[in-house]
């Protein structure tokens, strides 16, 4: 029988939105330098929220590990061809594949952008490590606004609101289908320890190495 199912547990949805607040405040921040500390913050918050994506994609539960949605870039065509089609495009319980290529994407991007990021703050590579820094956070706002367009384009073929999925963690499927545990605790710790370090770079930055120089 097809009805609503725990597909994602808190930890995958913590994980979501805290990276989507965590891009959107260090992108509108990056030009400022009166806001650097709230920009290194987020930048900061970013890293460690994909380090700890990668090992709960290896240990957390079932669509949420790798092995659930491998990339296929054949299979993300055939796919995106469906949803623009006349034949009903296929229904995946986790990630569709272009969902699956954009995680893998925002990851390895989120990854770069971490990684000039620091450099530039640690003022290695000068002038080219800035602007590799900007181009690969451009890119990634393109990739974000294609994931939201394909979202939404997912959520009108298959008749079902993935963005509310991605809040209850709950979408159509068989019980064979649905996920065992929440995993809640390990959900909120995270977002115990991204509000704790929050806390703690507002009132004592120079604690976690947000110190701003003259870069």
């Known amino acids: 029988m097809n009805h609503k199912i725990l597909v994602w547990d808190l930890p ?17 921040t990056a030009e400022s330098e009166r806001l650097q500390i709230i920009h290194l913050t987020f930048g900061y918050t970013l890293a460690g ?11 957390g539960s079932r669509h949420a590990q790798f092995r659930d949605f491998l990339p296929s ?16 495009a296929p229904h995946y319980i986790g990630h569709n594949p272009l969902g699956a290529l954009a995680v893998y994407a925002l990851l390895l991007l989120g990854i ?3 990684v000039t990021g620091y450099a530039y703050f640690q003022e290695l590579g000068g002038d080219w490590m800035e602007e590799g820094h900007g181009l690969i956070a451009n890119i990634m706002l ?44 390990v959900g909120l710790l995270l977002l115990i320890v991204v509000g704790g370090f929050w806390t703690v770079a ?13 870069n």
């Open 73 to 88: 870039v054949n299979k993300a065509w055939q796919y995106a061809l469906s949803l623009i089609g006349k034949a009903q």
């Open 142 to 185: 393109a990739l974000v606004a294609l994931h939201i367009v394909g979202v939404i384009i997912s959520s009108i073929s298959h008749k079902e609101n993935l963005i509310r999925g991605m809040v209850t963690g709950k979408k159509h499927g068989e019980s064979a289908q649905a996920i065992t545990s929440s995993f809640n605790v």
């Open 12 to 28: 995958t949805r913590v994980f979501h939105w805290l990276l989507v607040v965590s891009f959107a405040g260090a992108y509108l």
């Open 49 to 59: 929220l994909i380090a700890f994506r990668l090992v709960w994609g290896i240990v």
């Open 112 to 114: 770069a952008v971490s």
């Open 202 to 214: 507002y009132f004592q930055p120079a604690a976690v190495g947000l110190v701003v120089g003259d």
